[in-house]
């Protein structure tokens, strides 16, 4: 027995090197929660052993996308009329275990859906949803780059680091499964369920967790709250106050990207002076200690894991704030984007688009000296700009070296340099998949 508890008790700590402790594995559970639930754009799962956080290194990025637009039902008796959502009703004759046909309930939707999406298959008198079609549908329109195959019931990336499984919502549990509702358990016990509840279900570690999620949602809120039209000074001068304190409740998100976002708020509204200290002042917190957000587990840099460890008794909302930088992520409903860079996320529709920290500090930078007419200033961020192209050590990203070329391209055309702005758009345009603005901007020129 003892020798079966040692083999186990190796085992485990063997595990606890390769995926990372129980506090480890449970934190990362708790931030792929908490994120999916602030996930302003869509509703989204984060599914797959990174949902369950276990992070192997030869892990995709799972996720499960809620489609709004339609709901299914188990039968046409339950179908509730008032819901906007489509209806589809399950249709179970013929088919496979655990699997269904989807008939759309009513047939005046079906030249809706045909305009806007066409993914319907006739069957006879019956219009059923074609998985084929929803999942071509889905992936001319994804906006998640660069995603462009259909990878089974998902869609994926060149290199099949990314999963997107866009799905249909059934409310209710279906016949089969109301059983497992009332199922007698054996565990955990009614004695440890009120234990749980009595010591309170948030823990310092969903604490911490909860507080970053929050102090991205102050970003969220002045982001994309929409401005209204014919506001006078004083609704303007209230409107302005309330988006900085969501600003500044915004900064400890992480290291860098609150106060970049903080700086184009300040471009935004002509503060250009400003706007140039708050950069200063994110650049120098940009240092070979910080970790930058990948795709894929990258392994850390002798520095980072020194400073991990002297950090390693601190909390961890301290070190994530501290330590780590994110992309800024700009969408077609921010007011925060310069008006430079608008074009990303509206020449396809509503688009979102993600920008590495430092190239756009250069570009913001170079943009702030435009508009106070410091022409040798100017040229100065433009070549850092140009360098950042060529050096990539804020992150090894494709679309990362895409956007820093749609920025040397911009900032050479505002200059008067049409040849070298057109030949920046044209290598940003080589490899972008045509999801970037490069080839737009190009055909405009």
């Known amino acids: 027995m003892s020798m079966d508890k040692n083999q186990s008790l190796i085992f485990y700590k063997f595990l606890c090197e390769k995926i990372g402790s129980e506090v480890v594995v449970r934190t990362r559970r708790i931030h ?7 996930a302003a754009e869509q509703k989204r799962i984060t599914s797959g052993s990174n949902g369950e956080g276990l992070n192997f ?19 046409e008796r339950n179908v509730v009329h008032q819901d906007l959502s489509i209806p589809f009703i399950m249709d179970i004759e013929d ?12 047939d005046e939707f079906y030249s809706f859906i045909e305009k806007n999406a066409s993914v319907l298959l ?10 084929e079609l929803y999942k071509l549908y889905h992936l001319k329109r994804c906006c998640f780059a660069p995603i462009f195959k259909i990878h089974g019931p998902c869609l994926s990336d060149r290199d099949d680091r990314f999963d997107l499984a866009y799905c249909l919502k059934c409310d209710k549990w279906v016949s089969l499964a109301k059983s497992w509702i009332t199922r007698s358990r054996k565990w955990p016990s009614p004695d440890v ?17 909860f507080t970053l999620q929050l102090s991205k949602a102050s970003q969220c809120v002045s982001k994309y709250f929409q401005r209204q039209h014919g506001e006078n000074n004083r609704n303007q001068y209230f409107k302005y106050r309330n988006d900085l304190s969501n600003f500044l ?10 106060w970049l976002l903080l700086a184009s708020f300040f471009y935004v509204h002509k503060k250009y ?43 961890l909302y301290t070190v994530l704030k501290t330590l780590t930088v994110q992309n800024i992520i700009f969408d077609w409903q921010s007011f925060v984007i310069p008006p430079e860079l608008q074009l990303d996320v509206t020449w396809n529709g509503k688009g979102v688009v993600s920008y590495a920290p430092i190239p756009f500090a250069y570009f913001l930078k170079f943009l702030c000296h435009y508009n106070l007419h410091e022409e040798f200033l100017c040229k100065h961020w433009l070549r850092k700009l140009m360098s950042s192209v060529r050096t990539c050590r804020w992150g090894v990203r494709l679309f990362s070296t895409i956007h820093s070329k749609i920025f040397a391209g911009i900032a050479c055309q505002m200059l008067g340099e049409i040849d070298n702005a057109r030949f920046f758009f044209v290598e940003a345009s080589i490899s972008d998949f045509n999801i970037s603005s490069a080839r737009y901007r190009l055909s405009h020129f």
Do not use: W
Request: net charge positive; charged share 25%.
């Open 32 to 38: 792929s929660i908490i994120s999916d639930i602030g």
């Open 57 to 75: 290194k030869s892990s995709d990025i799972d996720f499960m996308f809620l489609d709004p637009a339609f709901k299914v039902y188990e039968s």
């Open 95 to 106: 088919t496979q275990p655990c699997f269904t046909r989807l008939r759309l309930f009513n």
């Open 122 to 131: 006739k069957n006879g008198r019956q219009n059923l949803l074609s998985s």
């Open 193 to 209: 369920i009120s234990k749980i509840t009595s010591c309170g279900v948030l823990t310092r570690l969903s604490r911490e967790i």
């Open 249 to 258: 409740l915004g900064l400890s998100t992480d290291a860098v990207s609150g």
């Open 273 to 315: 002076s400003t706007s140039l200290k708050i950069i200063d002042h994110a650049l120098s917190k940009c240092t070979d200690e910080k970790i930058y957000f990948q795709p894929r587990n990258c392994p850390f840099s002798q520095i980072q894991e020194s400073v991990l460890k002297l950090m390693k008794r601190e909390k």
